[in-house]
């Protein structure tokens, strides 16, 4: 930032007009809101560990000027997710919202419908607040059989039925590796959050305007 004088002739009233000449990034600053669960909130780990932290010195390596807000929630399911966005998006007025909620409803086995339902809203309400979205997809255990396949669906139903951005499964490469994984056999380490930001970032970049 500089400041400069204008010519004596704009002089009024004996006070010199000045004017503020602000560089380009402090106008592009914008906030990116991840509205998670416990994949997002780093269970079990630092919370300075946790993808969304990494995400802040990525969009710095990048050249991005976006803050980060993590506003994700251990143990949240879609419906609360829904309750609390408004709220949210009237504080932090984000310019991209990333919705990374749906694991404890299929883990609960809350109906496929009433999941995708809320994940649709959410993303409306983002959207009218005039925020891009992106929203990433979840899996369960092949064990859970027909609804599995169905609750992974809903994900890139969703997502398609609003035009927005989708990443396929957050857990892409760290799923199949247990070592990724603390003892409960659910929450990633610490080690496996930079393949997480990785998974976000490729549907996450096209966003960054």
């Given at each position: 930032m500089f400041?400069?004088?204008?010519?004596?002739?704009?002089?009024?009233?004996?006070?010199?007009?000045?004017?503020?000449?602000?560089?380009p990034?402090?106008?592009?600053?914008?906030?990116?809101l991840?509205?998670?669960?416990?994949?997002?909130a780093?269970y079990?780990?630092?919370?300075?560990?946790?993808?969304?932290?990494?995400?802040?010195?990525?969009?710095?390596?990048?050249?991005?000027?976006?803050?980060v807000i993590n506003?994700?929630?251990?143990?949240?399911?879609?419906?609360?997710?829904?309750?609390?966005?408004?709220?949210?998006?009237?504080r932090h007025?984000?310019?991209?919202?990333?919705?990374?909620?749906?694991s404890?409803?299929?883990?609960?086995?809350?109906?496929?419908?009433v999941?995708?339902?809320?994940l649709?809203?959410?993303?409306?309400?983002?959207?009218?607040?005039g925020a891009?979205?992106?929203?990433?997809?979840?899996?369960?255990?092949?064990?859970?059989?027909?609804?599995?396949?169905?609750?992974?669906?809903?994900?890139?139903?969703?997502?398609?039925a609003?035009?927005?951005?989708?990443?396929?499964f957050?857990?892409?490469?760290?799923?199949?590796?247990?070592?990724?994984?603390?003892?409960?056999?659910?929450?990633?380490?610490?080690?496996?959050?930079p393949?997480?930001?990785?998974?976000?970032?490729?549907?996450?970049r096209?966003?960054l305007?």
């Open positions: 400041i400069f004088s204008l010519p004596l002739s704009l002089l009024r009233g004996g006070v010199l007009v000045v004017v503020l000449a602000l560089s990034s402090v106008f592009a600053a914008g906030k990116i991840v509205h998670g669960d416990s994949l997002s780093g079990g780990i630092r919370r300075d560990a946790a993808w969304p932290a990494l995400l802040a010195p990525r969009l710095r390596k990048e050249g991005f000027d976006y803050t506003a994700s929630i251990s143990g949240e399911t879609t419906s609360g997710g829904l309750a609390r966005l408004p709220a949210a998006l009237k007025r984000p310019s991209v919202v990333v919705i990374a909620l749906g404890n409803d299929g883990l609960r086995g809350i109906p496929v419908a999941m995708r339902g809320n649709e809203a959410m993303t409306q309400a983002a959207q009218a607040a891009r979205v992106l929203i990433v997809g979840q899996r369960l255990p092949p064990n859970f059989g027909v609804f599995a396949e169905r609750f992974h669906a809903a994900f890139g139903e969703a997502a398609r609003k035009k927005v951005a989708y990443v396929d957050l857990l892409d490469g760290v799923a199949d590796r247990s070592e990724l994984f603390q003892p409960d056999n659910l929450h990633p380490t610490a080690e496996a959050q393949r997480l930001l990785e998974n976000v970032w490729k549907g996450l096209p966003l305007l």
